[in-house]
């Protein structure tokens, strides 16, 4: 398994896309690199000696990779559609999006790379248009494009060919059932993905990175609680995300208050944290992230 795992993974950075590690036989971002939209890389020998030394899934991250990837989803276990989609027979991601086709009056996009994935979903690699920056949608929130239908652009990743996932609602191997290269992403699509420009934040890599951090500047209790917490948000399940980082801004808060750790550290390890949760859908805003943090540390330090 580690050389199947070494070997599509340099294929992923041979095919230019950025590659970061993510847990074994899950799909959240290993322990210190919640900053993994910085870490991805191409270089072959980093990415053949650190799966050398564990044989971590693959994460492909589609910002700096160049990539939109259109996830089509199956419904979880006793998930039903809607009554009339059902009657439409639109019961998965790949039923929906072929309608949304048809609306348009536009083929399937079949001719691109495509992964069948652990629960025989779809991913649809394509490339990003030139000038055009495409964040991440879940759904029919916001510009999503309907039901069971997904889309990671900057900001987001998937996991890549080759991984194998075993989790509580399916298990199996992310799959390459066409390798053709990605087709450019057409330009209808994109123009449902745009968004309207917003402020810009500030770069992520203007943050305290934990990965980054001189370990003497903590102590080995403080940044294995850091670390702890920071695993724990990243990989929060869907409707369990805002609980899980109020709880660690709540511990955390508390070592602040004890001098064991700094805030803004914190703040931002935290952030990049809930933002790496983001990636699997219903993302919660930034807006929404930082009232979460805010409140818990504020408790913590109180206590």
């Known amino acids: 398994m580690s050389r199947d795992l070494i070997a599509a993974a340099l294929n992923c950075a041979a095919r230019g896309w950025h ?15 919640t900053a993994w939209e910085q870490h991805a890389t191409t270089n072959p020998d980093v990415i053949a000696r650190f799966w050398e030394r564990r044989p971590c899934n693959i994460g492909v991250a589609c910002g700096p990779s160049r990539l939109v990837v259109v996830d089509l989803d199956l419904p979880k276990p006793g998930e039903h559609p809607p009554a009339d989609a059902a009657e439409r027979g639109l019961t998965t991601g790949e039923d929906v999006f072929r309608h949304l086709c048809e609306r348009h ?7 691109t790379f495509t992964v069948t994935t652990r629960r025989d979903g779809r991913h649809l690699y394509f490339t990003a248009p030139p000038g055009v920056t495409l964040g991440n949608t879940s759904g029919e929130k916001g510009n999503g494009l ?3 239908i997904d889309t990671r652009g900057r900001g987001g990743y998937v996991v890549g060919p080759g991984s194998f996932v075993s989790l509580p609602d399916g298990t199996g191997t992310y799959t390459i059932t066409n390798p053709t290269p990605p087709a450019p992403l057409p330009a209808w699509l994109a123009s449902l993905l745009a968004t309207p420009p ?8 203007t943050r305290p990175r934990l990965a980054d951090l001189d370990h003497a500047r903590l102590s080995r209790y403080g940044r294995a609680a850091l670390t702890g917490e920071v695993e724990r948000v990243a990989g929060a399940p869907v409707g369990g995300r805002n609980r899980a980082l109020n709880l660690a801004a709540w511990k955390l808060g508390k070592l602040i208050a004890r001098g064991v750790l700094p805030r803004e550290l914190v703040e931002h390890a935290l ?19 930082a009232a979460v943090i805010a409140a818990g540390l504020t408790a913590g330090m109180r206590t």
């Open 19 to 33: 590659v970061f590690p993510i847990t074994p036989r899950g799909k959240y971002p290993l322990r210190g690199f």
């Open 105 to 111: 009056g536009q083929p399937y996009p079949a001719d």
């Open 146 to 148: 309907g039901r069971l």
């Open 271 to 289: 952030t990049d944290a809930a933002e790496a949760a983001n990636a699997h859908g219903d993302p919660n805003s930034p807006r929404e992230i």
């Open 198 to 205: 917003t402020t810009a934040a500030p770069p992520a890599s």
